[in-house]
């Protein structure tokens, strides 16, 4: 999605890659947590989460989606 | 000490950068001759909203302004902000200033907008408004914003100094210019980013547009013909969108950069009516003319020519007549006036500073541009309003630029040919 939202390149992509290095910074991380939260009716909890890496993001819907009981295979 | 504790004689401020996306195409150039050549930008938008206007008659930007833009970098920008940073681009490009290091320090910013990010808040509204389990954007607030491009402009150019941003209606950009030259003229600033933006093309402010009643009827016959300033026919304006910068600075700095100064700017003046909300007052601006003319040391006779404000409304275009004829007298009749809005429609917040950089185009080239349509003069406004075409005008020298805004502001500039 960081590749599709943001034009992003597969290469920068990398769960260890920092978002502030790819250009994405605090503004653009809330909106892609909207994103996310569309795409796969997730719910954030609004709780402060330290988010730096593309692994963060990733880390953090693996924990939304367990909680909240989604099944991606579902997601449209 | 800083530069505004200092007391000094006023500095010459000239202009070594300009920049414009108009209507009329991309750069400044491609407005200026585009004017000259009486090519028409007004024309039946092509939107899939058009059928909800009475008329979806407008002057479009038709460069495609957002794929210059990365996705990431568009999410922070309203479509005015893109118009700005473009515009801004090419005016920092030419004057060749590097602002990154200290330089920018001592730059200020001086943008004009009449509402800022319309595309962003009329999106929001649209989703909040309709939809109870909508959220808008989280960039919303920031794309939407009135100082949204004053702060793009800072942080693509890195110009540190003071930033203002102004909403005056139609004369938003002629005021940030013009405060722009009197902060580099009494040394607040050395250089200084100055001009506006606007890009209001979107369904609910046109027709806000509509119900005031001040929009042109299309023609029949060619509806790019519709806005007709001074004449007898004309029934109003055509909305716009679009953006124009100028770089200024003192002729120090200039020099000591070894720039190429294109133009000195060398009057100001700002009046407000205090009369009415909308109907323009000729003794208002016939203050902001007086006032520019007496700050730039200029007589009525040895202004060359005028880009009028001239919307193409029924009481403005005879009002800015009364009011040059107050101030010119008897040389008024002899001063070719243009009103370039028939031809790039009225950019609003930032007609004020697309009309002075055509005048920086018509005084380096030596022609005025027409006041296009008018093919039946009004009798009440009888002065020369260069109705043939574009004209060439000997030993052009000294042009002025007026805008007046809603609100009863009116912000009048002075432009010379620099020696």
């Known amino acids: 999605m960081l590749v599709e939202e943001f034009g992003l390149t597969t290469d920068q992509v990398q769960p260890d890659s920092k978002l502030e290095e790819l250009g994405v910074d605090s503004l653009a991380t809330v909106e892609f947590m909207f994103m996310l939260e569309d795409r796969f009716h997730l719910k954030m909890t609004g709780e402060p989460v330290p988010i730096k890496t593309v692994g963060d993001i990733a880390h953090e819907v693996d924990v939304m989606v367990a909680q909240q009981g989604i099944n991606l295979g579902d997601v449209s | 000490m800083r530069a505004t504790e200092q007391i000094m004689p006023p500095m010459r401020v000239v202009v070594t950068g300009v920049g414009a996306l108009t209507p009329m195409g991309e750069g400044a150039d491609a407005l200026v001759t585009g004017l000259e050549t009486g090519r028409s930008a007004v024309r039946f938008l092509d939107v899939p909203w058009s059928g909800r206007l009475n008329s979806a008659l407008a002057a479009p930007v038709l460069t495609p302004v957002e794929s210059r833009f990365t996705k990431l970098r568009r999410l922070t920008l309203d479509r005015v902000a893109q118009l700005a940073l473009l515009a801004g681009q090419e005016a920092i490009a030419q004057s060749g200033l590097e602002l990154s290091g200290a330089a920018g320090l001592t730059c200020g910013l001086f943008w004009g907008t009449g509402m800022g990010g319309a595309t962003t808040l009329e999106q929001a509204y649209q989703e909040s408004l309709l939809d109870a389990s909508a ?113 200024l600075e003192s002729e120090a700095s200039a020099r000591e950069r070894g720039a190429t100064i294109l133009a000195e700017l060398v009057g100001y003046g700002n009046t407000t009516d205090a009369g009415h909300i909308t109907q323009p007052d000729a003794g208002g601006q016939a203050r902001a003319i007086q006032e520019a003319l007496t700050m730039a040391g200029v007589r009525p006779d040895q202004v060359n020519a005028i880009n009028a404000h001239g919307t193409g409304t029924l009481v403005g275009d005879v009002v800015e007549t009364r009011a040059i004829k107050a101030v010119f007298g008897e040389n008024a009749s002899r001063i070719p006036i243009s009103a370039t809005k028939a031809l790039h429609g009225h950019l609003m917040g930032a007609s004020g500073a697309v009309e002075l950089v055509v005048c920086l185009g018509a005084l380096r080239r030596g022609i005025v541009p027409p006041t296009a349509h008018c093919f039946h003069p009004d009798p009440e406004c009888d002065l020369d309003y260069v109705i043939e075409g574009a004209r060439a005008v000997p030993n052009l020298d000294v042009m002025m630029s007026n805008s007046f805004g809603f609100g009863g502001n009116n912000a009048v500039l002075v432009a010379r040919r620099y020696r």
């Open chain 2, 135 to 247: 959220r808008p954007r989280p960039t919303t607030i920031v794309a939407f914003m009135a100082n949204g491009s004053t702060g793009q402009l800072g942080i693509e150019h890195q110009i540190r100094g003071p930033s203002f941003t102004y909403s005056s209606a139609c004369s938003s950009s002629a005021v940030a210019i013009g405060e722009a030259f009197l902060a580099v003229r009494h040394g607040r600033v050395k250089t200084a980013l100055a001009g506006g933006s606007e890009a209001l093309l979107t369904l609910g402010v046109m027709k806000a547009w509509e119900s005031l009643h001040t929009l042109a009827k299309p023609d029949d016959q060619d509806p790019s013909t519709s806005c007709r300033p001074f004449a007898r026919d004309r029934s109003g304006f055509v909305l716009g969108e679009g953006a124009a910068a100028i770089v």
